[in-house]
């Protein structure tokens, strides 16, 4: 199966307001002044006036190999090097023994890898306004995080309608860089899908460019 790109035009993400101001670090206790609410009303207008969603994402075999013994870290709890079995779990170039994918992926067939940005104007307007006004370059860096996590939930969903046509169901995804899965597997990542074709790149440091992107694991499990 070949790759499946998604662009989307702006206005087809809908800004979540209530998600700008949890990145500012507002709770559900808590409730944002006039000014800060202004700030967000003026970052999410400029910002959807200028992002580009678009994202990429491909379906690939899993396979497990025969268990081997990995020493954990434990919960204070627990015997500090206490011995577990984790298989190694294969999808793509990917192989890694991880006790936070293991969960997500033992009972699945196939794993959905994919990418999604918004496109590289975010980073340079929150650059540009950095430059004269911090504050409401805060509140667009929060911008920026909402769009792509809304983003990655619309792309999140058409992967689940794609697995569901196939007779599977989709697990939480899951993004290098957590847990004990290493932010190194981006090479692999992007070596899996043609990341390139809608604008992203990864630099010698592993981090993105665009910087509001994101990458995730995806496993299908069979209805």
């Known amino acids: 199966m070949s790759a499946t790109f998604i662009h989307l035009e702006a206005e087809q993400i809908t800004p979540n307001h209530k998600e ?9 206790n808590s409730t944002p002044d006039e000014t800060v609410k202004a700030l967000a009303e003026k970052a999410i207008e400029k910002m959807r006036s200028i992002i580009m969603p678009q994202a990429v994402y491909d379906f690939y075999d899993l396979s497990f190999s025969e268990p081997e013994e990995k020493k954990l870290a434990q919960t204070q709890n627990e015997a500090q090097n206490e011995t577990q079995s984790i298989p190694e779990i294969q999808f793509g170039e990917i192989k890694i ?60 969903s058409r992967i689940k309608s794609d697995a569901a046509q196939e007779g599977f169901q989709t697990k939480p995804r899951y993004s290098p ?47």
């Not at 994919?114 to 370059?137: F, H």
């Not at 070596?191 to 790149?201: E, K, N």
């Open 20 to 28: 700008v101001f949890r990145y500012l670090g507002y709770n559900v």
């Open 97 to 156: 023994s991880s006790k936070y994918l293991w969960p997500l992926f033992k009972d699945c067939k196939k794993v959905c890898v994919a990418a999604c940005t918004i496109g590289p104007q975010v980073d340079s307007l929150i650059r540009r306004t950095g430059a004269i006004n911090s504050a409401l370059a805060s509140v667009m860096q929060a911008t920026g995080a909402m769009f792509i996590e809304e983003f990655v939930d619309f792309v999140n």
């Open 177 to 223: 860089g957590y847990g004990d899965v290493p932010l190194d597997l981006q090479k692999n990542i992007f070596s899996m899908l043609p990341c390139t074709r809608i604008g992203l790149s990864l630099m010698q440091t592993l981090i993105m460019a665009p910087e509001k992107s994101v990458t995730a694991f995806i496993g299908l499990k069979k209805i």
